[in-house]
Structure formats: C-alpha cells, structure tokens
C-alpha cells in the first residue's frame, strides 16, 4: 500500500481454537461505526467468525510512515509455525503497485525501501526517528532488559526494569514485577533500553506513534535493525497523541516461547492530559509501578490497578486423548501464581477454604481500596497460547467505556496481545458499602486453579499504608439575584445560605440551580451551571415583580 491509503484487513478464523491477529504500527476501532469507540491493535477471532478491522489514518498508520510493518498471529505456536507477514508500506509511486482509484497520486517521498535483499545482515538504525510535535513535552526513561533470580511463585526469567532499579530487584530489596511506565497523552516519550540479559532483545512496544524503520525494535523487512544487542544500547521515541490508547503493550519479540512467555513483556500507560500519579500507600509521586493513584487535571482521582497475564499451556481444552486436566506453569499474573492443585492451596486444606486468607494468608496478587474508589483495572494478555477470562467477583463494568449506556459485563475474555481498560461499575465494591473481600483473577477453571487469581479488598475504614483518594479541589460559585432578593438558593436538591449574593466552595462539574419562591415576585425556571476546577463561575438570574391587580370600587 502507498502512506495513506484507506485499508481493511478482513480477519477470518479458519482455524480450530481461537486466536488474535496484531498489526503493528495501526490502530483500529472496536465498533468502526462509532468513532468514540474503543481503540485497538489487535483483534480476536473466533472459529469460522470474521471481523473487519478498518486502519485508523489508513497504511503507515497515526505517524503515517513508509516501513514494514509486521503482523502476525498472538499466539506463541501459531506466530513460530509460520502465521506472520508484513505490510509494506510505500512513500513514492512504485511500478507494480496501482494507487488507490480516488487518489490523485500516490506520495512522493523519498522512496522505501532503501535496502536490498542481500543476505547479510540489516543496516542498523542509528537514530529513534521524529514524530514527537516540536511543542510536545519529553518525558524520558532508562530501563534496562535482565534477567532476574527467581523466588517462590514468580514465573519470570528474563524482565524489564528502571535502570536504577535493577540492583534493589536482584538484591531482593524491591520486588521482581511487569515494568509499567505512564505517559501522559500529548508527551513525546524517550526511553533507552540497555540490555544485561543473556539473549538479543527486541523492544517493540504497541499502538504508540513511532517510526517503524527507527524503532520498531527488531528487523522486519528492510526497516533498520533497532534490536538491541547484549550489553549494548538502544533509544526509542514514541508519541502519546490519545489517552485512548490506554494501555499499550511492552513486547520482547526476539524469542516468543523463551522469551515472551517467560516474562519479557511490560505495559506503557497513557494517562489523561494534566495526571500525576502518585504511590497508593504515601501519595507521593512515583515513576513505575503496578498500581497507583491518578489524578487528573481537575482534580479527581481513581485507582489504577495493572493485571497482565502470562501462560505457556498449550494442551489444556484441547481434543487430545487423555485429556489434560492441570495447565503447564508459568500461569501467573504479574510474574506471579498462587496454585490451588499439584501442591497448592487445596492439597494443603480443605477445598472450601482454598481462598481463605485466615488459612493460608494472602494470595500473590492483592490490590486494595476504599469502599466507593473510582477503580480502573488495565488488563492485558501478555503472553500465552490460551483465550482467558477475566472478572471481579461482585462486580460489573462497561464492556466500552467510551459508549454512553454501554453494557455491562461480569466477564471478559482475552486473547494474547489483547488490553482492556477495565472500570468498576460504582466502584470498589459494587455499590455495597460495607468492606470485603472479591476474588478476581480468570474464569477458565483449570487457569484459575493453576494460580491465575487474587483479591480485591475494600475497605469502610481508613487504613494505615493505604492513602485514601485526594479530594478534588473546589471551584467558587458566585450567584447574584437581580434585583437582590432573600431567596433560599437550592443546589443539587440542597439548600444553601439564605442570601442574595453568594460565594460558595462547590466541586467541579454541572449543578442544578433552583431558588425558593418570595412573595410578590415570580421565581425563576431551575438553571444548569457548569463550575470548572480552580475557577470562580458568576452567576446572575432576574426575579420579575408579581402584578397585583388593584380593585377600585364605586362609589367607594
């Protein structure tokens, strides 16, 4: 295809097991119908079933570059027997490529690709490319790919970290997890990857705006090599042009069944405009980490809990004879498992008490809040060569967060290379108010007990070690009645001072306000008043004085 061109890539699932197709460099929408949808780079497909999936800002995607753009089959097997391919896209009219009937012409650039087959090895790419805006603000990070010791229930053999981190992590000061960076949207991001691990790393990083040539990570095509040798260095440069990306995957490709699926995978956040995000325990600001507290650019807040899932079973639902009945470890969630059968929880107690923390104490993935918290759960299928099912016991969520009326799901299932921004309806606790204790983890039951669980604790109490969400801060309301007038000033169904001019401290967004009658005038219709965060919104409405009909009689 030439940059630009409009592209559908038709999905159809002639195969036996479901399975998820990525397209590197593209995005997609969820419902292509509505362009408030959610955004995506890699689609689902059931057996027999199809899916269109329609190339937001068409071939060369959001940077709208020329390059080699990799696709290719998520799960491990498929992607190391064959199911991959490349969509070339070109920058200047070529010979046996016809433009698009409704296009001019094609574009005129300096021409892809540079290279030639040779059978030597690639040019190696010098430089991460452009495709930050001049004005885009940079946030930078030095991480670096390692290979960690292993401790009871971690399933990681090789792993990403902040530079600076890397020496806790080995010494057993900080522990071993999913490296996860934020970004807010509209930053250019800069990371350098330095690479201690025993094996070449290739740092491909999902549905960010970057320069495939420069920084996809790996060799594809005739794009410049971008991996990253052992002991050498490499920077990357990618743009965060929408929060709508929400989370977007960190993949080692340079071996998808000993790499991959041994934990060489890490997730970046785009966060809203304005965010920081801050330690869940100190709410202090904090670089990485699985969870935090957001807060956004008005002040509100949520909890952000990341659960990425990893499994290398590929036996388990199949029709092979006898039928598997336990999973092949690693099945973790964030390096970590907790197995219930083959030595866990249920040879240890009594079944019925398999979850129970009084028994057995906490299980490897815990995340807390308080009863009410606005909570979003960033899902990803890392890695793997199964279909999940993800749910929160006493729980529902919107199956697209970005639709009004959305449905809402207890469940939803995950194919590897898959992310889902997952928004708790009501909040932690589902509208119960009272503390308690919800399993969440995957609701495929051999998973489930092979370790692929945790819990969700909320709290009614404040808790030491768990800062509670900061208040958003107020903006002023400032209301005038003309002429001035002792009316009562109703807001939201609540009275407020009984004054005629008031400034009143209120949280930001839309009000309702209403004003009670006064004798001999006539009470203005409710108003709807939009009080933005940090600002004083005026605000004046006229009282018309009651005619009184005057009765003369006569004679008098």
């Known amino acids: 295809a030439y940059v630009g061109d409009d592209v559908v890539v038709r999905n159809l699932g002639v195969v036996e097991r479901v399975g998820a197709l990525r397209v590197t460099g593209h995005r997609y929408l969820e419902d292509r119908w509505d362009p ?6 890699t689609s689902s497909v059931g057996i027999s079933a199809r899916e269109d999936l329609v190339l937001i800002d068409g071939a060369g995607g959001s ?4 390059g080699d753009y990799l696709y290719y089959s998520t799960k491990a097997q498929d992607t190391d027997m064959g199911a991959w391919g490349i969509i070339r896209v070109h920058d200047r009219e070529e010979p046996d490529l016809m433009p698009l009937p409704d296009v001019a012409a094609p574009p005129s650039g300096n021409g892809f690709p540079n290279q030639t087959f040779t059978g030597l090895a690639p040019d190696v790419a010098n430089n991460p490319g452009d495709v930050c805006p001049g004005d885009a603000p940079i946030r930078t990070y030095d991480i670096t790919a390692f290979t960690p010791p292993l401790a009871a229930g971690e399933v990681a053999t090789t792993a990403f970290a902040l530079t600076s981190d890397v020496i806790d992590i080995l010494n057993g000061v900080k522990p071993l997890e999913p490296l996860v960076l934020r970004v807010e949207e509209g930053e250019c991001l800069e990371i350098t990857v330095n690479n201690n691990a025993n094996h070449r790393v290739v740092f491909n990083v999902g549905e960010l705006t970057s320069d495939v040539q420069q920084s996809s990570g790996m060799a594809v095509g005739f794009n410049e090599d971008s991996s990253i040798p052992i002991f050498g260095s490499q920077d990357f440069q990618y743009y965060a042009d929408s929060a709508d990306v929400g989370m977007a995957m ?3 490709l340079s071996n998808i069944e000993l790499v991959l699926l041994a934990g060489g995978f890490g997730a970046i956040i785009v966060e809203p405009a304005g965010s920081t995000w801050l330690d869940t325990s100190t709410a202090t600001p ?8 957001i807060v956004r650019a008005d002040g509100s807040s949520f909890r952000e809990f990341v659960a990425l899932f990893q499994d290398a079973d590929d036996k388990i639902g199949s029709s092979s004879m006898p039928y598997p009945e336990f999973v092949r470890q690693p099945a973790a969630i964030n390096y970590a498992t907790d197995p219930l059968r083959d030595g866990g929880r249920m040879d240890l107690a009594a079944t019925e008490l398999a979850f129970s923390t009084a028994e057995h104490g906490d299980p490897a993935n815990l995340f807390e809040a308080y009863v009410g918290d606005e909570v979003v759960f960033r899902l990803g ?3 793997g060569m199964q279909a999940h099912v993800f749910g929160v016991g006493g729980h529902l969520f919107p199956w697209d967060n970005d639709i009004t009326g959305s449905d809402l799901l207890a469940a939803k299932g995950l194919l590897p290379g898959e992310t889902f921004d997952l928004v708790l309806h009501n909040g932690a606790g589902g509208g119960v108010e009272s503390g308690a204790d919800y399993l969440f983890g995957d609701y495929r039951m051999p998973f489930l007990e092979g370790g692929m669980w945790g819990i969700l604790r909320t709290h009614d109490t ?7 969400l900061p208040k958003p801060a107020l903006g002023q309301l400032r209301l005038t009645t003309t002429p001035a007038l002792p009316t009562q000033i109703v807001i939201d169904g609540e009275p407020r001072q009984r004054w005629g001019l008031d400034w009143m401290g209120i949280e930001p967004g839309e009000h309702e306000v209403c004003y009670t009658d006064i004798i001999g005038w006539i009470t203005p219709a409710c108003d709807t008043v939009t009080v933005p965060y940090g600002q004083i919104t005026p605000h004046d409405v006229n009282f018309q004085q009651a005619g009184n009909p005057r009765v003369i009689p006569n004679p008098a």
């Open 381 to 383: 299928m890392a890695a």
């Open 250 to 252: 960190i993949y080692d």
């Open 36 to 41: 408030n949808s959610a955004v995506e780079e």
């Open 462 to 468: 404040v808790q030491a070690g768990l800062a509670e």
């Open 63 to 66: 940077a709208g570059l020329p």
């Open 286 to 293: 904090i670089e990485t980490g699985l969870e935090a507290i």
